[in-house]
């Protein structure tokens, strides 16, 4: 049996958990297609899987919930061997090894395939990033132009990618970061207006907007959920898409008072049949073409996937984490 290299998490616990190791390359099997990995985001839910917070992981695992590649091997026929791919979610790198290694066995159903001349390391930050923002964007705050939105954790990929679909749709963009040293890079990817985020933007939120705004994407979650709460207006939505303040419940939550009076609080989790191969191809031509800029931060080896894991739990980064094999 041939071999290849992987990122492996060994265990639940620390980045230093995930080790690289040669173990056996993926054998083809009916439903399944091999790909060869060229590229992979990483993902602040990669972290807590990492630490044993995903409910029904068992380790060692290889982890990674996206990739991009090329089709090694697809013994049904539907993709062509070479064929550009990315693959996304459905269990992958947690309850089937995932893109942290140079091949990685997957389903059909969650394969997408595209034509971009994009160096890897530029495809490789696209697919959950996509999936995510365009989900919580159009399907979940169906947001419409002349709208105001709150980008709560802007500095994200995904908030700063957030930022950019909101302002081409036409609406005016308030973002936040907790480090005033972020506010620039925030108002450079077009937001309008920034806050410094002390735990509660509530007031000054309303002093730019006495009304409050119209959409809430809520990037940090329950830490937050209800002063963003509080930001909106007139049957204003607050869409939460993330968890990056760590924490998955909240210690007490009162509907008929920490949601105003017809507000909407809805959640978007994502999943592959959310992403439609065209509306992959046509973000990926306007990336290409130079109408999207990706917030890409760093690009890691296969050999660096720990070192990026401590990089991302420290929250170094201001944009996407990229790994290209």
């Known amino acids: 049996m041939s071999q290849m290299k992987a990122a492996v998490t060994t265990k639940a616990g620390a980045p230093s958990v995930i080790q690289v190791k040669e173990v056996p390359k993926p054998e083809p099997k009916s439903g399944w297609v091999l790909i060869q990995v060229k590229a992979f985001g990483l993902n602040r839910s990669e972290i807590f899987t990492r630490q044993g917070e995903s409910p029904g992981v068992d380790f060692p695992r290889i982890q990674g919930i996206e990739c991009v590649g090329l089709v090694e091997n697809d013994i049904s ?32 159903e969650i394969i997408f395939p595209f034509e971009s001349k994009l160096p890897w390391s530029t495809l490789g930050a696209i697919p959950e990033m996509f999936q995510t923002v365009s989900g919580s964007i159009h399907q979940a705050l169906e947001l419409q132009k002349g709208e105001t939105l709150l980008i709560r954790g802007g500095t994200s990929s995904i908030g700063m ?30 937001a309008d207006h920034v806050l410094i985020d002390e735990g509660a933007v509530k007031k000054g939120l309303r002093s730019l907007f006495p009304d409050g705004v119209n959409k809430v994407l809520e990037l940090i979650g329950t830490k937050t959920l209800k002063d963003s709460l509080g930001c909106i207006g007139y049957k204003g939505t607050v869409c939460m898409t993330g968890i990056l303040g760590s924490e ?31 509306l992959l191809q ?8 130079g109408e999207i800029h990706l917030n890409i931060d760093t690009i890691f080896t296969l050999d660096q996937v720990a070192d990026a894991h401590q990089y991302m739990e420290d929250n170094k980064a201001k944009g996407k984490l990229v790994v290209e094999i």
Do not use: H
């Open 248 to 278: 998955w419940t909240m210690n007490s939550f009162t509907p008929m008072g920490d949601i105003p009076s017809l507000g909407r609080l809805t959640v978007y989790m994502g999943e592959s049949k959310n992403l439609s191969k065209d």
């Open 161 to 190: 990618l957030a930022c950019q679909l909101a302002k081409s749709l036409g609406a005016t963009v308030i973002s936040t970061t907790r480090n005033p040293n972020k506010k620039q890079a925030l108002l450079d990817n077009g």
């Open 77 to 108: 026929g539907t993709y062509q061997t070479g064929q550009q791919v990315a693959v996304i979610m459905g269990g992958m790198g947690r309850f089937f090894d995932g893109g942290y290694a140079e091949y990685a066995l997957v389903p059909l």
């Open 282 to 289: 046509e973000f990926i031509d306007k990336v290409e073409g």
